[in-house]
């Protein structure tokens, strides 16, 4: 009964490289949704997806940002050309099927992002 | 924008007293929704209160919800040490497709 997976836990970054983040949702969980949390903050809604979907990117920065969560393998969340400001723990946190969009989230132990 | 704000930010207490969050919305809402965080782990769901519900219990927690006032209080009793975290309260954007945190509430509970 494997929980959310994200990985890396810790990734290091210089400023103009790439970052993926991977996250595998629990078993039988079908939404993903990924947040990012700055030190001291709140957490801030980025990108809701499904299977080959994106529901809502609404919260996702227009440049630089992509997610996917394909059909089969874990979701990613790229960020190209990482800036200092992208210095944050992002977490994703995975819904089942019948969960509704606003029901119960699981969430993973997050991976922090450091970018020199 | 942010949907629920807790208050206070942050609140220290000894074991054994109660501790007492509250989160304020701005919109209508389907439920509302605790979450805890540890230092440096992910987010925990706690509590779901439903519109139509005006209390839930669960454990030491108890959760209340004001839809005229939108605002929402969580209530710790007794509380232990273990209980050191930070405490969000959620509810859905305006779309209806995803979780909308507040900043939240620390909580410091020392023995």
């Known amino acids: 009964n494997a929980g959310v997976m994200q990985n890396p836990r810790h990734l290091v970054r210089r400023r103009g490289q790439e970052a993926r983040l991977r996250c595998s949702p629990m078993?039988?969980?079908?939404?993903v949704y990924w947040y990012r949390q700055l030190p001291e903050e709140g957490l801030k809604f980025m990108v809701y997806l499904q299977k080959e979907n994106i529901i809502d990117e609404s919260g996702m920065p227009k440049e630089r940002f992509s997610a996917e969560f394909p059909k089969e393998g874990p979701s990613i969340l790229r960020i190209q050309q990482v800036v200092r400001g992208d210095s944050a723990a992002y977490f994703c946190?995975?819904?089942?099927?019948?969960?509704?969009?606003?029901?119960?989230?699981?969430f993973g132990e997050g991976s922090r992002l450091t970018v020199l | 924008s942010q949907q629920g704000e807790e208050d206070p930010q942050a609140l220290s207490i000894q074991e054994g007293e109660n501790a007492t969050m509250n989160c304020s919305y701005k919109?209508?809402?389907?439920?509302l929704q605790w979450y805890r965080q540890n230092s440096g782990r992910g987010l925990v769901h706690l509590i779901l209160i439903r519109s139509n519900e005006r209390e839930k219990h669960s454990g030491r927690l108890r959760v209340t919800l004001d839809t005229s006032k939108k605002s929402s209080s969580l209530l710790i009793t007794a509380s232990r040490a273990a209980d050191t975290a930070s405490y969000f309260c959620?509810?859905?954007?305006?779309?209806?497709?995803?979780?909308?945190f507040g900043k939240g509430t620390t909580l410091s509970v020392s023995s």
């Open positions: 959620a509810t859905e954007n305006q779309a209806g497709t995803a979780l909308i």
């Open positions: 919109t209508s809402i389907n439920n």
């Open positions: 946190a995975s819904s089942p099927s019948d969960g509704g969009y606003t029901g119960e989230l699981f």
């Open positions: 078993k039988g969980h079908s939404h």
